[in-house]
């Protein structure tokens, strides 16, 4: 566009004529001219006045003009004339989406956030996503410039214009809610906001924290984010087994993040590993209430670092709270919490070493909770004879990693007159915990689109395709024809999204992918008594050797040579969709969702390693309807109308498991195959609406024994997160395999299947 | 039931029976075992009445040791075969040779065992084909006797001939698994890694660690083995401890010590090495 404006009269002179004739503008323009002409030199003013006559030509207006001047002399140090004369032009091309005032709003920002943009590309990157922001939303533009400073962080532009992105998608074309959103009053704006500059956050780190949880306390306790809340910042809270961690620690990033994470994570273990008390409230002050939470901190970490001592590694760069902070009560707090951790930590006030001595004296006893609600209390009266003001609102927990301290407390018993303070103190507690209810409300924008139909359930009742018998364990019969199944269609489901979470599953895809690499190669098998080959077959050589010496014709196959192994495999994958599947994961993830994941992962290894395979899905309601959907049948390609299919399933009715496998049992047994493997993905136990489950586990367990007397193995892959799941009595304990967390089901289910295939 | 076999027959038995000396197989020295339960008893009635014992347990928790320990204590040869998928029967049983006079009988390491009363230990049998297990089952029985057809000998088992196996269960076996009818054959141990302050224990001994180094590694094991599930398929075993605990004992940090010997053979994610290290390094100071 530079060009195009080096052609027309010199814009230097053209603007100077029509500044000329408008009084508000002269006199401005005259001094800003003239103070970029003393730095540039007026020759080089040229490409910045092309910016000001693009500005000038869309009518932005005087304040838009003079927003201009303004962001030219800021930054005139900073920027060259020609990069000047590059934001009239974007600020021009916003201006004839949004008008004047956004313009001016954006360029006030523009000064405001151009230190932190790094070289035209991020300069462009900004005003490129305000661009795209006026066209859907011109509305948003103000907002957005008055918040920049908090969305454009440096060396992170590109997440304000994922930001501006996922506002428009979020909010679609509701004004008001475009509005919310682009204020930072929309919460899902406020969690976008807290990851710019931030991270990697709970999800990136879940399985990681995980582990760790599980290395050193035994089984992890259920994570779960913890939505962004205002300005203050949020501290882990402990609610019953749960623990929930901030989605983000803002401004946190890196390695620092992994370790503010890790020791929070493991605070939290180190709380429900050691007995994690419920106090009863009844009349109980919040700074009492703050005082034993630092104690029964200290109390536990005690413990914890008694038996892992590398704990105080991890914990002690966050105790840096120090005298130098201020008298304040909080500071007081935090340097308490760091006396109870460092005993050698020496503070000027008394309390600090008060709280030292009376923790050190109480260490014969430090198994029992009680003693930090009686030090606690100890304390807090000091606190309230000195008269010091507790700030119950506006209390935050320090340092970072320790949680907030209110699992701590069991307010059913609240005494009345205790209560209004207290409820200062748990409000903001309590607003999370409504709404983080039934999972976190709007922790993600949501893959699918709003407004389309859910997928239909496969329920409409099809014909009856087949009948098999039943045991009856109790009564010890088979009853003949005692299940219908009944073929149902599969409902097209939309592919987007099992195709995005493919994508989010990279890592695991390409191991997946190596794995069927090597598998197609095959492994070399050894051939013996062979024509030819690479060296002698012992054997058949003597054997050889024998006849001639006995005077027979010796058989001269006598070497052994390698061969590629065939591969002659058949596989249905039963996957179980009954109601239960509809339970949600901590990410918001349906169990049926991974379910899903899992299969089309397993469904593009074996598409590409050629083996034949099928894919069915089940539910039951009573023994008359037991539904099968067959998403992909032995003969059928694994093409994009199967895995719409597979993403239409959704979940409902019950787990006829035994009725399901005979079926499965049924569609295998017809394939021509060396090898024939059913594998069953279920999350729950076997139960239906006329039968106990009790039964059906034995009824599945004699299905299984069937289906191995006929030379088909069957593996059971159970969801079974505590691990005491029927699996192993109805497939038996070495072809069961539980798997504790969902989310690893996509990458367990495909290694399972190769290490099965291997033979 | 009878009792068919006198109980620490006499060396003197064997050698007279073959040409072969088996002084090579016999173990000199004490290998140290730490008894966890009542293996040893166990191990010593079935010995008694020659009945062929099956050592469960996951990779790297004794079984091995245990074997040579009772092969000690009993004062019999041990044969060991450890097993693989190229396995044949000729490989356990013998097979002709050719020399310049013609051919003859080689006996395998099972007909050794069994001609001259030697106890065979047969390590990780699953890795063996299930047609090859199967020579096994005539001497687990009653009738105690190998049938070598090639050479029409029916080769009736020795007084002190005793058969042990090793197999290592878990869902990776599910596709090597051993046979029903083999199984149902064998008197069972089961071992796994033994309880914290035991395991410290053979950790100090055996690697020259002291006190708090072996605690610590225990500690670390014991992490790993919470891991198990959690993206690992086997915890960190006692054999790994005393490697680490060799390196450590022998001048080696313990953080690259417990690196090289723990964390880098176990997994090969780097996100689980990460985590098995984060763990890690919280069991020392």
Redesign the interface.
């Known amino acids: 566009m530079s060009g195009a404006v080096a052609l027309a009269p010199p814009a230097l002179a053209r603007l100077t004529r029509l500044m000329g004739g408008r009084e508000n503008l002269a006199a401005s323009f005259a001094d800003t001219c003239r103070r970029l002409a003393a730095r540039h030199g007026e020759a080089a003013l040229e490409p910045w006045a092309g910016g000001a006559l693009a500005l000038v030509e869309v009518n932005a207006g005087a304040g838009a003009l003079l927003a201009f001047w303004r962001a030219s002399l800021e930054l005139s140090g900073r920027l060259s004339p020609a990069a000047l004369g590059e934001t009239g032009h974007a600020a021009a091309a916003l201006c004839r989406e949004a008008g004047g005032r956004a313009t001016l709003a954006a360029l006030d920002a523009f000064v405001e956030i151009a230190p932190r943009l790094a070289g035209p590309a991020e300069r462009t990157l900004f005003w490129r996503a305000l661009l795209a922001l006026a066209q859907a939303a011109p509305d948003g533009v103000a907002l957005v410039a008055a918040q920049a400073r908090r969305l454009v962080r440096p060396g992170h532009v590109a997440a304000f214009e994922g930001f501006v992105a996922a506002g428009l998608k979020a909010a679609g074309r509701d004004r008001a809610r475009q509005r919310a959103f682009f204020a930072l009053e929309d919460p899902l704006a406020l969690g976008l906001l807290a990851r710019i500059g931030a991270g990697p956050g709970f999800a990136e780190l879940e399985?990681?924290l995980?582990?760790?949880l599980?290395?050193?306390?035994?089984t992890?306790p259920p994570l779960q984010p913890l939505p962004p809340g205002g300005e203050a910042p949020r501290r882990v809270n402990i609610a019953g087994p749960v623990v929930r961690l901030p989605e983000v620690f803002p401004g946190v990033a890196g390695e620092a993040a992994r370790a503010l994470y890790?020791a929070a994570a493991?605070h939290a273990g180190a709380h429900l590993h050691f007995g994690n008390p419920r106090f009863p409230i009844g009349k109980f002050k919040p700074v009492q209430m703050a005082l034993a939470g630092i104690v029964e901190d200290a109390r536990v970490e005690t413990l914890a670092m008694a038996?892992?001592?590398?704990?105080?590694?991890?914990w002690a760069p966050y105790h840096v709270a120090s005298s130098a902070d201020g008298p304040t009560v909080a500071s007081l707090l935090a340097r308490l919490a760091r006396g109870l951790f460092d005993p050698a930590y020496r503070d000027p006030d008394a309390l600090v070493g008060k709280g030292q001595e009376l923790f050190a004296a109480a260490r014969g006893r430090i198994d029992d909770p009680a003693l930090s609600l009686a030090i606690g209390t100890r304390l807090a009266n000091d606190i309230g004879q000195r008269r010091l003001r507790f700030d119950a609102r506006g209390h935050v927990v320090e340092p970072a990693y320790r949680d907030d301290g209110l699992g701590l407390w069991d307010f059913s018993d609240i005494a009345p007159e205790a209560a209004d303070e207290v409820e200062l103190m748990v409000e903001a507690a309590r607003l999370e915990r409504r709404e983080g209810g039934d999972g976190p409300p709007d922790a993600a924008p949501s893959p699918e689109p709003a407004g389309r139909a859910r997928p239909r359930p496969a329920g409409e009742t099809g014909a009856v395709i087949a009948t098999y018998p039943e045991w009856d364990a109790a009564a010890g019969i088979e009853r003949p024809d005692w299940t219908s199944i009944r073929a149902v269609m599969p409902a097209a489901g939309d592919t987007g999204g099992l195709r995005h979470a493919l994508e989010r599953a990279g890592p695991v895809r390409a191991r997946i992918a190596r794995l069927v690499k090597a598998a197609r190669v095959g492994r070399a098998a050894?051939l013996k008594r062979q024509a030819e080959g690479h060296d002698l077959d012992?054997?058949a050589?003597?054997e050889a050797?024998?006849a001639r010496?006995a005077g027979e014709v010796p058989d001269l196959r006598v070497f052994r040579s390698t061969a590629l192994s065939q591969r002659d495999l058949a596989v249905l994958v039963l996957i179980d969709m009954s109601q239960s599947t509809r339970a949600r994961l901590a990410d918001g993830a349906g169990v049926l969702d991974v379910e899903k994941l899992a299969v089309a992962m397993l469904a593009e290894a074996l598409a590409a390693l050629g083996d034949a395979f099928a894919l069915i899905a089940f539910a039951s309601s009573g023994r008359g309807d037991v539904r099968v959907c067959e998403v992909k049948g032995f003969d059928a390609p694994y093409d994009t109308a199967a895995a719409a299919c597979l993403a239409g399933l959704s979940s409902g009715l019950s787990t006829r498991l035994g009725a399901g496998l005979r079926h499965a049992g049924a569609q295998i047994a017809r394939v021509r195959a060396f090898r024939k493997l059913i594998l069953v993905l279920t999350d729950g136990e076997p139960s239906d609406i006329d039968a106990s489950g009790e039964d059906l586990v034995q009824d599945a367990r004699r299905v299984v024994l069937q289906l191995r007397s006929q030379g088909i193995?069957t593996?059971g892959v159970t969801l079974d997160p505590a691990?005491v799941g029927s699996g192993p009595a109805i497939f038996g304990?070495?072809?069961?395999?539980?798997v504790?967390?969902v989310e690893?089901l996509p990458a367990r289910l495909s290694e399972?299947y190769f290490?099965?295939a291997?033979? | 039931m009878p009792t068919a076999f006198p109980a620490g027959s006499s060396p003197a038995g064997s050698s007279s029976a073959g040409a072969l000396d088996l002084s090579a197989y016999r173990l000199a020295a004490e290998p140290y075992y730490r008894p966890v339960g009542d293996e040893i008893a166990v191990f010593e009635a079935a010995w008694r009445h020659r009945l062929p014992v099956m050592l469960k347990g996951p990779t790297g928790c004794g079984k091995t040791r245990f074997v040579e320990h009772m092969a000690w204590r009993l004062g019999r040869p041990l044969i060991t075969v450890a097993a693989h998928e190229?396995m044949?029967a000729?490989d356990l049983a013998g097979?002709?040779?050719?020399t310049p006079e013609?051919?003859v009988w080689h006996d395998g390491p099972l007909t050794q065992a069994v001609r001259h009363g030697a106890i065979c230990y047969l390590d990780e049998i699953v890795e063996a084909r299930q047609d090859t297990t199967v020579v096994i089952h005539p001497l687990t029985d009653a009738r105690r006797m190998l049938p070598l057809e090639k050479r029409n000998e029916l080769v009736a088992a020795h007084a002190d001939f005793h058969l042990v196996i090793s197999y290592n269960?878990?869902?990776?076996?599910?596709?090597?698994?051993l046979k029903e009818s083999t199984k149902q054959r064998f008197i069972a141990i089961d071992f796994d890694y033994p309880a914290p302050a035991l395991e410290a224990e053979i950790v100090m001994r055996e690697a020259g660690a002291d006190a708090a180094l072996a605690r610590t590694l225990v500690?670390i094991a014991a992490?790993?083995r919470?891991?198990r599930?959690?993206?690992l398929d086997e915890g960190a075993s006692t054999r790994m401890l005393i490697h680490a605990g060799r390196l450590a004992a022998g001048g080696v940090s313990l953080e690259a010590a417990v690196q090289a010997g723990i964390v880098l053979p176990i997994t090969d994610d780097a996100?689980?090495r990460?985590?098995?290290s984060?763990?890690?390094?919280?069991?020392?100071?």
């Open positions: 399985t990681d995980c582990r760790v599980a290395a050193l306390w035994g992890p890790r493991l038996r892992y001592p590398g704990l105080r590694r991890l050894r012992l054997d050589a003597i050797a024998i010496r193995d593996f691990g304990k070495a072809n069961s395999m539980p504790r967390r690893e399972l290490r099965l291997r033979r | 190229d044949t000729a097979r002709f040779l050719l013609g051919t269960p878990g869902y990776q076996s599910a596709v090597k698994d500690a992490c790993s919470n891991l599930g959690h993206g996100d689980m990460r985590a098995l984060a763990a890690i390094s919280a069991c020392f100071a």
